[in-house]
Nanobody, 119 residues
Framework: VQLQASGGGLVQAGGSLRLSCAAS????????MGWYRQAPGKLRELVAY???????IYTDSVKGRFTVSRDNAKSMVYLQMNSLKPEDTAVYYC??????????????WGQGTQVTVSS
């Protein structure tokens, strides 16, 4: 299973970006798909995730500004980021928790995409 993230870039404060992540490979299902981020000198933190049933969780700092969504048919997960702030600057990683054909549950990570918000 591979995850390929895209959509990062440089944006001014108050602007928007949309991250996309495409999952590929043989898998029974992706139980959970979402995004982490890691700013320079900081630990990687959960941004948001969405379950296969459509339930979503957000870290407090992005609630009301970011929206996570997924397309199960395409094995895609998205992160719509609005009202971006300089403190949102980080490398964003897509991740997934998947159940394999033989019912093993594993974590999968994408390569990361840089988001830079200028003040």
């Amino acid at each position: 299973v591979q995850l390929q993230a895209s959509g990062g870039g440089l944006v001014q404060a108050g602007g928007s970006l949309r991250l996309s992540c495409a999952a590929s490979g043989v898998i029974r299902r992706f139980n959970r798909m979402g995004w982490y981020r890691q700013a320079p000198g900081k630990l990687r933190e959960l941004v948001a995730y969405i379950t296969s049933d459509g339930d979503s969780i957000y870290t407090d700092s992005v609630k009301g500004r970011f929206t996570v969504s997924r397309d199960n048919a395409k094995s895609m997960v998205y992160l719509q980021m609005n009202s971006l702030k300089p403190e949102d600057t980080a490398v964003y990683y897509c991740y997934a928790v998947g159940t394999s054909i033989d019912y093993k549950v594993d974590d999968y990570w994408g390569q990361g995409t840089q988001v830079t918000v200028s003040s």
